[in-house]
């Protein structure tokens, strides 16, 4: 019998286990809701003077709104280059109608941020986001003859579908409005359809 | 010398306090400083404790502006908790293993990826000092511990220019020199490029955190933290030195050019070892080393 050794080590147990249960307490929290839920609505009252997002968002859904908006707000000044740019009948097409839905999600998405309470601010501007043509590129763009165009498009709208597709994706695990992770279902399902087109189209 | 003083002014002060100290030392076989009676003859009148918390790993994530979204931000570099994604959570960190000496901080620190010609690049001397200064010395002596959870944000990731809000400054280690600035400086070869960045050390008392992750912290205004903020904590001061020097038109942060720099800190220091220091170290103006203890 070790009496003076087993007691600490049961009482480290105890500690692990009450912080893991402290973690995993409220039942209806989707996993990553403890990450985000504390930055708004958790442990305490927002700061005086900041509007209260006191409702079903959580710090996940805040910053997944707001890197959705930068990231259309980014990708449509690239689809509105193309009728320019490009003679080709079936990238005009498919820039039209990834300009159409990016334009509606990002209505939605303004709203849902306004409903949020959160502040919009992007936290994005100027950064080297990953599927986030830069100004550069888009300079370089307006300059490209129409081949080179349209693989230096090609390659861009991947890079960001593919990067809405996977933040959409984590949004729907991680996200707590059930309008918000609906918008990120919608935008993850019209991603991936969009990306099976331009490969179609750019293999 | 290698205390945490980002400016030149600073770094003159202090190379005449080491001067005097060693005159001091050579007439009476005492190191005292200012006013220290006989008894604490050794101690330094400097209030901070630190932590040496060496690269642990990069990934595009971050816990505070993009929890629960892996691969949503740029580069960032991370420093103490071994663990730390986009998932993270203060039990998380409390659970993790740390990069740090003290091995009692599982804090998570974060800043954006350094390049050097699209390389990146991760500093070879990381240090985080918590300070008791920038308020006035009855303010100081009040200072309450950092409470455990909180996550602070400083720098301005966004920023498109260097401007008065510029608080990250860049200069070289062993190259006072070349002075403290901005955006990145051309060190000389076999000098070290340096990161200064203060984070604020006001709180509003309530929040660990908030909707812009910076409204629940401020700066002191007139050496006092404002009524809004009222609270006090030790301001965290981090100091990174990367092992490149030279052309800085080969260097850019992850977030852009050198005035971008920022810094996230989400505090898992055991709130007993926390208080410790703040008793120890700060409250009295004591330089502590990183076991918490007069150095």
Known sequence: MRPTAGIPATAALLVVVLLAGGCAAPPASAPGTPTGAPAVAGQSATPAGTPSASGPFNGTDIAWLQLTVAMHERVLPLLELVPERTAQPDVRRLAAQVRDTSRTELDRSRRLLDRSGAPKTNPHEGHD???MVTAAELTALGAAPDAEFRRLFGRHLRAHLEQSVRVASAEQRSGADPDTTTLAGTIARTGNAYLAELTELQP | MERAAPFSTLRRRL???TLLGALLALLGGYTVIERAAPAEARIVRVAEFLADCPYSHRLPDDPIIFPGLPGASHMHSFFG?????????LSDLLNSNTTCNPRVDVSSYWVPTFYADNVPVEPAIVTFYYLGEGVRSDIVANTQPLPLGLRIVAGNARATAPDS???????CLHAGHVGASKDFVNCPSGTMIESYLDFPQCWNGRDLDSPDHKSHMAYPVNQACPSSHPVAVPKLRQVLRYPVSGNPARFRLASGAGFT??????NAWPEAEMMRRVRDCIRPVIKCGADGRPS
């Open chain 1, 129 to 131: 986001m990953p599927g």
């Open chain 2, 15 to 17: 190379r005449i306090v």
């Open chain 2, 81 to 89: 908790a071994t663990t730390t994604n986009a998932y993270t959570n």
């Open chain 2, 165 to 171: 809000t510029t608080n990250s400054r860049w200069s």
């Open chain 2, 261 to 266: 720099m920022h810094g996230d800190f989400f």
